[in-house]
Structures are given as structure tokens and as C-alpha cells.
């Protein structure tokens, strides 16, 4: 005869809200763009205006917008002000942390718009304010993946000496233009300096990217990989690769992809996630995305996971 005791389970917290993939050059408030370019005389390109009004349009022209943005960035104040626009649009959203592709290599060295100091100063500062209001944060390189491993060694030549211990990723970007494998001395040279290796494959370029990336290239995360197939969604899963998956940038670039594969990928056992990608150029935010992975028809369940592994797997919230 049982004695029956009135167990209290603890229901599991709540994992923390972590925006996993978002890009500095591309997270700038639309009021702060249009603020500046009116106080430097430059017009605004049609391309940004057609992304900022939700249309959907070429890759190319992303990149336009995308590029006018950046050009912006010429200035510690200017990097800090990024940051923090990155930092308000995660607590708005009632997040708790990012993980911020940056390109310091194209800024300072590419462009020649500021110093590696003054860049790396802005970030801190950034970094610093998003900490006092709660938020973890860390920078992970973004390399140009066309731009060929040559590019990708001197952004290692650019940061290694001096690396700040907030940079805890390197990462290509950019048009899949490049094959993977070419990479793989690149990444090998990165993780050697203590960096995590991720990729931006599977978006622009074929699903075979994601299998090149991690198989020759090396990397131990994807960013986006929408246009894996099933058995390279089965490789992804049983080697537990994180995917980020930014669903108002697919919808804004990736256009053909349809109907979104995250469903599939979450079904397939594939670690997904989260991400705004440039929330400053394509807008949404944390609560964006999760709205639209809902509208994909994923339940309370599959939302609770893509934010769990959101924390599992971040890379701010790693030592
Ligand atoms: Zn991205």
C-alpha cells in the first residue's frame, strides 16, 4: 500500500531569448539611416526604401542597402550607435542576448572608413551598455566568401594580433561564390586561434554548400541552409550542427524557397534557431520571426524548441 505524496515539479524555466544570427552593418534604426544620410546630403538607394516597405527583391540589390548602411559605420560613435540599436531591438522583443556577425576587415581595410581601434572601441562600448541592461553579447567575423580565401586570411591577419575576447566566431558571408573546401585552411587557421567556424550556406548557393561547409570546409554551424535536402538535413541532425534560420530575410531574398523549410529541418531533428539576419534593412525582430515560424504552422512545442536551442547552442552565452 502506497503513501501518496504531493510531488512538486518544477516546470523547466524558460530557456533566455537569444537572437542568434544578426549582422551589425545591417541593424541600424532606419530613423538613425535616414538621419544621416539627410546630414551627409546623400539620397537614400530605391533598394533600402523597397526592403524597408517589405517588398522582396534581387540579392544584389540587398547588398546595395545593405552596403549603404555600412558606409555609415565610419566612426567609433557611429559602430557603438549600431550595437545599441542591435541591443534596444533584442530587449524590445523581450530577448536576453545576440550573437553579432561583423566585418571589421571590410570597414577598416576595404573601405578604409575607420580604424581597426576605433572599431573595435565602438563594439566594446556597445558591448558594455547592452551588458548593464542584462544582455549577453559576443562578435563573430564575417568574412566575404567570394572575395576567396586570400580575403579570409587577411581578416585573420587584421584581428589575430590583439583579438579582443568578445570575438568568439569566424564566419563566411555574402554570394556562396567560392567552394567550401577552398575555405577549409582558412577555418582551420581560425579555430587554431580558439574561434568557432560557421558558415552562410545553403541561401544564395545550393543546398550542396551546407554538406561542402561542414564536411570539407569544417564549420560547426550553418546559417540558414534552406535549400538543404533531406539527407542533408539528416547529416545536420545526427552531427547536432546548429542552423540559424531567419525567416523574414528568406522571404525577402530567398523568395523561390517556398513554402519555408524549417518545418521540415525542425522535423528532421536539425538543431534550428532564430535570427533577425538585418533587421535594419529587412525589418522584423525577435517577435517577427516567431510569428512567422508559427504562420508555418510549427505548435507551442516547436516554438519552445527553436528557443531552446536558441541558448543551447549560442555562442554569447559560451564561455
Ligand atoms: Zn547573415
Given at each position: ?110 573601405r578604409g572608413q575607420l580604424t581597426l581601434d576605433d572599431f573595435w572601441l565602438g563594439v566594446e562600448e556597445g558591448f558594455s551598455d547592452a551588458a548593464a541592461t542584462g544582455l549577453h553579447a559576443c562578435l563573430v567575423l564575417d568574412a566575404v566568401n567570394h572575395f576567396g580565401p586570400k580575403h579570409g586570411h587577411a581578416v585573420l591577419d587584421l584581428v589575430l ?159
Amino acid at each position: 500500500m502506497g503513501v501518496e505524496h504531493n510531488v512538486r515539479v518544477n516546470p523547466p524555466l524558460t530557456p533566455p531569448l537569444i537572437d542568434r544570427h544578426t549582422h551589425l552593418e545591417g541593424s541600424l534604426d532606419p530613423s538613425w539611416v535616414r538621419r544621416e544620410a539627410d546630414r551627409r546630403g546623400q539620397i537614400l538607394p530605391a533598394s533600402l526604401e523597397a526592403l524597408w516597405s517589405g517588398a522582396a527583391i534581387p540579392f544584389q540589390g540587398f547588398i546595395e542597402a545593405f552596403l549603404f548602411g555600412a558606409a555609415l559605420l565610419d566612426s567609433r560613435e557611429a559602430v557603438r550607435e549600431a550595437v545599441l540599436a542591435v541591443a534596444r531591438r533584442t530587449l524590445a522583443a523581450g530577448g536576453s542576448g545576440f550573437d553579432l556577425w561583423a566585418s571589421p576587415h571590410f570597414l577598416v581595410v576595404h573601405r578604409g572608413q575607420l580604424t581597426l581601434d576605433d572599431f573595435w572601441l565602438g563594439v566594446e562600448e556597445g558591448f558594455s551598455d547592452a551588458a548593464a541592461t542584462g544582455l549577453h553579447a559576443c562578435l563573430v567575423l564575417d568574412a566575404v566568401n567570394h572575395f576567396g580565401p586570400k580575403h579570409g586570411h587577411a581578416v585573420l591577419d587584421l584581428v589575430l594580433p590583439g583579438l579582443p575576447g568578445f570575438v568568439k566566431g569566424f564566419s563566411t558571408g555574402g554570394l556562396e561564390g567560392c567552394p567550401f573546401r577552398d575555405w577549409a585552411p582558412v577555418f582551420d587557421r581560425a579555430r587554431a586561434a580558439g574561434l568557432r567556424c560557421a558558415a552562410h550556406a545553403g541561401e544564395n548557393g545550393p543546398g550542396s554548400n551546407v554538406r561542402e561547409a561542414v564536411l570539407e570546409g569544417g564549420v560547426a554551424r550553418i546559417i540558414h541552409g534552406i535549400r538543404a535536402d533531406d539527407a542533408i538535413l539528416e547529416l545536420l541532425a545526427g552531427r547536432r550542427v546548429p542552423v540559424d534560420v531567419c525567416p523574414s530575410s528568406n522571404r525577402a531574398l530567398a523568395m523561390d524557397v517556398q513554402p519555408h523549410p524549417l518545418p521540415r529541418m525542425l522535423l528532421a531533428g536539425v538543431r534550428c534557431a532564430l535570427g533577425t539576419d538585418d533587421p535594419g534593412v529587412i525589418p522584423c525582430d525577435l517577435g517577427t520571426e516567431t510569428t512567422a515560424a508559427r504562420s508555418m504552422g510549427l505548435d507551442d512545442l516547436a516554438l519552445a524548441r527553436l528557443r531552446r536551442n536558441g541558448a543551447e547552442d549560442a555562442w554569447c552565452l559560451q564561455d
